[in-house]
């Protein structure tokens, strides 16, 4: 069964430090990998994929995120972080399982400080 | 192109009522999944449809059912409501294959008293 961990639940920054949000999944396959953000009052919504080639991955918003097989993570990151990135942020995991159950993380909170 | 609607935006319910939940996937996908994500937790892979039939479940009971209609649109019906069944219902459509992804609604928020 795929798995999806991140490590932080809640992560408070100052405008333009650099962010880090770690996610480790577990699965013996291939796998797509995904980050999905949540802004306050909106739906979800997609902010970058990883399906196969380059295992760094840039999404929308200046947001990239980096596959380590060999280290199962898909670790998301942003060299500056700005106020309206505050939001909910979820590591999720799809396997090639014949269907598209896609597994999702218990999500980190990010709250960027003016 | 639309994206996916869900209805009702909330509603509250009594244990051992039943409620339908709606879905309108985006144009031109075939799929539909439905999530269930409880306060301050992911949202967790209840069934998805494809061609009308249950295509995949994950680990909930049976009283969760649902419907895939012609025109892809898609029902969410909990028997037997339970407290815990308290969360935010989420429809996501996508089309099939490996290469595809996820379109979530604003999902329907279930309060059971």
């Known amino acids: 069964a795929q798995s999806v961990s991140q490590h932080n639940h809640h992560v408070i920054l100052s405008e333009a430090a650099s962010l880090e949000l770690g996610c480790n999944y577990s699965?013996?396959?291939?796998?797509?990998l995904f980050w999905y953000v949540q802004y306050p009052g909106q739906h979800l919504q997609l902010l970058l994929k990883y399906f196969s080639g380059d295992p760094l991955v840039k999404g929308i918003k200046g947001f990239e995120a980096e596959f380590i097989k060999s280290k199962f993570s898909f670790n998301l990151r942003k060299p500056s972080v700005q106020w309206s990135d505050t939001a909910e942020y979820f590591c999720?995991?799809?396997?090639?399982?014949?269907?598209?159950?896609?597994?999702f993380g218990t999500g980190t909170k990010l709250q960027v400080i003016p | 192109e639309t994206g996916v609607t869900q209805s009702p935006t909330h509603l509250i319910k009594t244990r051992g009522q039943q409620v339908t939940l709606r879905c309108s996937s985006q144009s031109g996908h075939n799929t539909v999944s439905w999530y269930q994500q409880a306060l301050g937790q992911g949202p967790q892979f209840i069934f998805q449809?494809?061609?009308?039939?249950?295509?995949g479940r994950g680990n909930f009971p049976p009283r969760f059912s649902g419907l895939q209609f012609p025109n892809y649109s898609s029902e969410l019906n909990v028997n037997a409501l339970e407290l815990d069944d308290s969360a935010l219902y989420l429809c996501a459509s996508s089309t099939q294959g490996q290469g595809s992804v996820l379109t979530f609604g604003a999902g329907s928020r279930l309060t059971v008293l």
């Open positions: 999720a995991v799809n396997g090639d399982g014949g269907y598209q159950k896609v597994t």
């Open positions: 699965y013996g396959g291939t796998v797509n």
């Open positions: 449809y494809y061609r009308e039939e249950e295509n």
